[in-house]
């Protein structure tokens, strides 16, 4: 090779990686424009952060839709002709434009629109129509001709888009009543290709990855039969996993995206105990290898507020709990390694890449979002997002859109664009009278695109925790600081720390051997169960209050009644240390005066130490007695199937009772 052909190669530029697209749509204006993002290790220019417009949209589009790997855009226009239009999400060029609705035809209107996977198909779904057509049509979306067409009387937002295509597109899945079609080569006008038969079958799931697929579906319960999650092999046909759930109204599939696991959230509407207005929820995993099921026992009581798998597939975190919720990692294998600790959250986001996270509290929370580092497990910066309604990750996962839009919200309508580490790089509000339709980042592939370490903020200060570097949020300047949080004091408890805090939070922690441990905040004092004892009053603090046995508490008792002087107790310690003083007292004169053991160390039962003999034996017959007239009621149930294990065992003790009971009279 020749010195200039040395010269040149080296000097050729490096592939650089495509822009960073954003859409947005407001009341006088649609457009996608292009983020600027400055190359990785190059300092930031002034134009850092700007959006530069690129291709407009008619402002009365009324559905912006991509398709997964952000090639083509589906958008419906109803004014004045009902349109659907196919374009090229880079060039904003129009591919197709075809009308879903022909004299006579059921689709009138187009009230939901889908991309499959990689834009060839879409999927069109009307309001019920009672027209034998159907009202849910696959089209072409390079020419616009239909494909086929269903009947889909109800439909709601979660079952949406109620056809699903394969990474691939080499097939796709349909449930219907009782039945789940599975189709080949997108022939949908042809017979499927296989059909399995699931009576009451609402929700299907089929797995991402490629062949074998699976299929993951939920009937909910029926009359007196209970609800139903199955896992099946799409080749065979065969039920790898059932799972029978009382009172299970609706659930939510998760599949990891190596198709190996699934994670399946069940929610009732009514909580019969009583602790919420919302229902229960319950998260299960599935292991397709191992072809079993396994319930997820969290370790503090309340609502699933959100799940997210990894992009890697390498586990998946859970948000979950009354407020101040948790926030927990686990492995592939549903074990949980890192606890984030607890906070305002109820939604996980991870970045395309996988390596950053963000937790956040959007609807009825303040909006604020934690900026983690999954690999290093390090808190690399945070941000207000408040009133966030629609959110997304930008494909080379450095920056983060927060958008407040109508109708949800007609005030306050902005788009805001963060850095990873919560810097704020852009932000766009409405002027009055002007709203945000919608606003999100243009998906891409991943692999466009470099996997870059998280850069925490300028002035950083890095701390350890539990072996990892954290960053110092408080000596971190931002762009976007967070508004303090003032709680009023009295006056005469100003300049001193609280004393108390209905909500102490946990924090973040490393989760050794795979199960939760002890808490180290409120929840693990939570599940001690109430106190009765008042704060503040003697022993409030004292371990062994509750541990030691009724005779001592009565020691204790007579040994506070009685009047005894400091000659007596041989003590000068101030009041302060009082108490202990007296435990220490109570201990002498508990001490036998013969060689016996301890009664402090060995405490006996209060009915064998100090009652008498015949007040304990009165005692067990009136504890029988009670036993026995619940037995009687429960004899009075006609329905035993409807009883539990716990009412069952104690029908079945009546006669060992009624042995002790005649022994004891």
Known sequence: MGEAERVESESAPVPSAPPVRVLI????????????????????????????????????????????????????????????IVRDAATGAELSRFAPATPGDPLTRASQVALSPRGSYVLVWAK????????????????????????????????????????????????????????????FAETPAKKYNVPGVERVALSPGSVPYRLGAFVPAIRDQPSKLM?????????????????AESTAFLWAPSGKALLAIISTNVDTSGKSYYGESALFYMDVAKRTDTRVQLPKDGPIHDIAWAPDGRGFIAVYGYMPARTTLFNALCEPIFDFGSGSRNTVSFSPHGRIVALCGFGNLPGHVEFWDKKARALIGEADMHCTTEYSWSPCSRYFLAATTFPRLRVDNCVSVFKSNGELVYKEKMDSGKYVHQARFVPAPTHLFPDLPASPRSGAAVRIVDGKKVVDLSKVTSATPVAERKVYRPPGARGQAASFSLHEKEEARVIVGGKFGPSSGSDARANRGPSRVVPGAEGFFDDDSSAAGGGQKKKRSKSRNK??????????????????????????????????????????????????????????????????????????VTDKSSLNEEQVAKLQSKLALLEELRALE
């Open 25 to 84: 749509r407001t009341s006088n204006e649609g457009h996608v424009g292009e983020l600027h993002v400055p190359p990785r290790g190059e300092p930031q220019d002034a134009q850092h952060g700007q959006l530069a417009r690129r291709n407009a949209l008619p402002t009365q589009y009324l559905q912006v839709q991509f398709a997964a790997d952000g090639s083509r855009m589906v958008c419906v226009e109803e004014e004045p002709v009902a349109y659907v």
């Open 128 to 187: 019920t129509s009672t027209d034998p057509r159907g009202n849910l049509a696959v089209f072409d979306a390079t020419t616009g001709q239909k494909i086929a067409a269903f009947a889909q009387k109800s439909l709601t937002a979660d079952l949406w888009p109620c056809i699903q295509w394969s990474d691939d597109e080499s097939v796709a899945v349909r449930a219907s009543a009782n039945t789940v079609f599975l189709y080949e080569e997108n022939k």
């Open 231 to 247: 896992l099946i092999d799409c080749d065979s046909g065969e039920t790898l996993v059932t799972r029978s759930t009382f009172r």
């Open 563 to 636: 009047k005894t002087t400091p000659a007596e107790t041989g003590s000068t310690a101030p009041a302060s240390s009082a108490s202990a003083n007296r435990t220490g007292n109570d201990a002498k004169k508990a001490e036998p005066e013969s060689g016996e053991a301890d009664a402090s160390v060995h405490p006996e039962p209060a009915s064998a130490a100090d009652e008498p003999e015949e007040v304990s034996k009165e005692k067990r017959i009136k504890a029988l007695k009670k036993k026995l007239r619940q037995i009687e009621t429960l004899e009075l």
